[in-house]
Nanobody, 122 residues
């Protein structure tokens, strides 16, 4: 059974940092694109970042450029999202996803995690 399990969420003050992890099991994703999405209260799920299999090609949503960094550890079958300079508007449930069926910034991915809550207080 394939699983993506996110961790690292929590409550942080504005300006602070958090590091999210997404550990995959059940199959290897070393050759696949993986990404992070988020869904804020009352909002639709949106793309945050994606990373290609080589780890060097990455995409970011404009609202996180310069603040968030996506990375992957192929040996651990895990991706990370280092978040810095957090703002209250970053408050959301953050989801990990793997294997896009189309555009990497779209929502059509084969696998999704259950999400981890990030709350940024002002």
């Amino acid at each position: 059974q394939v699983q993506l399990v996110e961790s690292g969420g929590g409550l942080v003050q504005a300006g602070g940092s958090l590091r999210l992890s997404c550990a995959a099991s059940g199959r290897t994703f070393s050759r696949d694109v993986m990404g992070w999405f988020r869904q804020g209260p009352g909002k639709e799920r949106e793309f945050v970042a994606a990373i290609y299999s080589n780890g060097r090609i990455v995409n970011y949503a404009d609202f996180v450029k310069g603040r968030f960094t996506i990375s992957r550890d192929t040996a651990k079958n895990t991706i990370y999202l280092q978040m810095s300079s957090l703002k209250p508007e970053d408050t959301a449930v953050y989801y990990c996803a793997a294997v896009p069926k189309g555009a990497t910034m779209g929502l059509d991915y084969d696998y999704w995690g259950q999400g981890t809550q990030v709350t940024v207080s002002s």
